[in-house]
């Protein structure tokens, strides 16, 4: 059973910063494999950060850039996402996802890849 524990998520005032932490267990872990999504009030659920799947290298959604940062501690199995400059958009329940082969309900793109772990989530609220 694939079980992937977010943590840190919170309240704070727009311009603020948090950290979200996941630690992933019984999964062949690759960070390469793992992102973050977020689920906003009547939205869907969308990719934030991730790597690619061409070159692994780091992708964001556009609303995200420049502000936002996925990182990864491969000895912990365990990935992060600090976020900077935060605004009331940002407001949403933070899940964190790893790649499940195949595609199907549940299951999200997102760079290249399809996620079909996920996490319980942790909400992230903005205040301005």
């Known amino acids: 059973q694939v079980q992937l524990v977010e943590s840190g998520g919170g309240s704070v005032q727009a311009g603020g910063s948090l950290r979200l932490s996941c630690a992933a267990s019984s999964y062949t872990y690759s960070s390469k494999s793992m992102a973050w999504f977020r689920q906003a009030p009547g939205k869907q659920r969308e990719g934030v950060a991730g790597?690619?799947?061409?070159?692994?290298?780091?992708i964001y959604a556009d609303s995200v850039k420049g502000r936002f940062t996925i990182s990864q501690d491969n000895a912990k199995k365990t990935i992060y996402l600090e976020m900077n400059s935060l605004t009331p958009e940002d407001t949403a329940t933070y899940y964190c996802?790893?790649?499940?082969?195949?595609?199907?309900?549940?299951?999200?793109?997102?760079?290249?890849?399809?996620?079909?772990?996920w996490g319980q989530g942790t909400q992230v609220t903005v205040s301005s």
């Open positions: 790597f690619s799947s061409l070159n692994g290298g780091t």
């Open positions: 996802a790893a790649y499940r082969p195949g595609s199907g309900p549940g299951m999200l793109q997102f760079g290249g890849r399809w996620f079909g772990y």
